[in-house]
């Protein structure tokens, strides 16, 4: 295995923290561990290459790869089961009251391999039922990993990812493929959730205001001054009365945000 000298360490975790936000500076032992196979089998003999390289001519594919190896993307299907609860029984119900356009916004910030969006949608077609067709419901799913964009796009899934879903749903809205314990998703289902690639770090300039944002499990590579200024951002791009939903292992500084707390994990701009 390579070794990371303290100056390259330095550069390197200090270009990912200011391009993307993600904070690795305390994190030497895992950026040697999970990029020394990668770039030895790329030529590379040492660290400083590589981090020039980086800094100075990588392509788009080469950060994508960097960044998948250096954050997890582990997620499945219902994952923090509570949060959808809300969603269906206290979200929806709301928004199917006051929403006289029909249009509802919802955002999945950081949406990895696609289980969180395309549990979303589910969960609409099974409220609205007959009357889908009268909403506009469709997901907004952004990552900056397009290798992650690219599995959700795929949109195939394993027997284990699948495995929390409610009884009938998986037959309900996927398919078999001819690989022995995969599933894809069906094609209504599919067409129900916009992909985009988007950097949190970037302004948000979409062209609605979301009723609700999910960003689950992407803050905590952040520190707390990133975090502050990503959550005053989506507070700008939230409707009043909308919600914004992060990751149970991940907190909101009350102090510096104009979300209301209205329960762990859970915050609201009030109407």
Known sequence: MLTISDKDFTRLHTFIKQKYGIDLSK?????????SNDIVSKGYTN???????ILTKATPADID??????????????????HFDFF???????????????????????????????TLSMI???????????WDTRVLATDISQNALSAAQNAQYDEESLSKLPTGWKTKYFSRT???????????????????????MDPIRFRLKFDVIFCRNV?????????????????????????????????????????????PA??????
Request: hydrophobic residues 30%.
């Open 47 to 53: 660290f400083t290459d590589y981090v020039n390289d």
């Open 27 to 35: 994190k030497k032992q895992l950026i040697v561990g999970r990029l």
């Open 124 to 134: 609409l077609k099974e409220y609205f039922g007959t009357k889908a067709g009268m």
């Open 219 to 263: 803050m905590i590579y952040f520190d707390q001054d990133t975090k502050n200024q990503l959550v005053n951002r989506f507070y700008d791009a939230t409707n009043p009365g909308g919600y914004l939903l992060i990751g149970h292992s991940e907190s909101v500084d009350k102090t510096a945000t104009r979300y209301k707390y209205i329960q």
């Open 266 to 271: 859970l915050y609201r701009k009030m109407p």
């Open 178 to 200: 001819s690989e022995p314990g995969v599933w894809s998703v069906k094609p209504e289902l599919k067409s129900n959730v916009i992909f985009r690639t988007f950097n949190l």
């Open 88 to 118: 269906r029984n206290t979200i929806l119900p709301y928004l199917e009251k006051t929403k006289r356009d029909r249009v509802l916004s919802i955002w999945s910030a950081g949406c990895s391999s696609g289980q969180e969006p395309y």
């Open 65 to 82: 790869n960097m960044l998948n190896r250096l954050t997890t993307n582990y997620t499945f299907f219902m994952r923090e089961e509570d």
